[in-house]
């Protein structure tokens, strides 16, 4: 029987980010994405491995730099790549996030409270 990681990482993804998943049901041959955050327009293809090789440059980063309370984030750029990317912890993610819809539902509150 196939992995059903992958579904329950889509699942999981969508409830930390408060995003909806994108259910293909049996039309495997659409490519769309898994996750969709429209509250801050982000697109998430969730995928479940045995191993990626970024996963274990990010927890290097947490056991040699970190302490206790801090979050490692691991940057990387390829060769000729316009831009860079930030991997970070799921959870950290999802925390920020919650931050910053509570800091807008504060100043929508400030706005039309006059």
């Given at each position: 029987m196939p992995s059903r990681r992958w579904?329950?990482?889509?699942?999981?993804a969508a409830r930390a980010l408060g995003g909806k998943r994108v259910p293909r049901w049996l039309d495997f041959?659409?490519?769309a994405p898994d996750v969709l955050v429209e509250a801050f327009?982000?697109?998430?293809?969730?995928?479940a491995h045995k191993k990626f090789a970024h996963h274990t440059?990010?927890?290097?980063v947490r056991t040699?730099?970190?302490e206790?309370?801090?979050v490692p984030c691991l940057v990387t750029k390829g060769a000729?790549?316009?831009g860079a990317y930030a991997t970070v912890p799921l959870d950290f993610l999802a925390e920020l996030l919650a931050e910053?819809?509570?800091y807008r539902r504060q100043e929508l509150g400030r706005t039309e409270g006059g």
């Open positions: 579904k329950q990482l889509e699942r999981d041959g659409v490519s327009c982000l697109v998430v293809d969730a995928k440059l990010l927890e290097a040699k730099y970190c206790r309370e801090q000729r790549q316009i910053v819809r509570s």
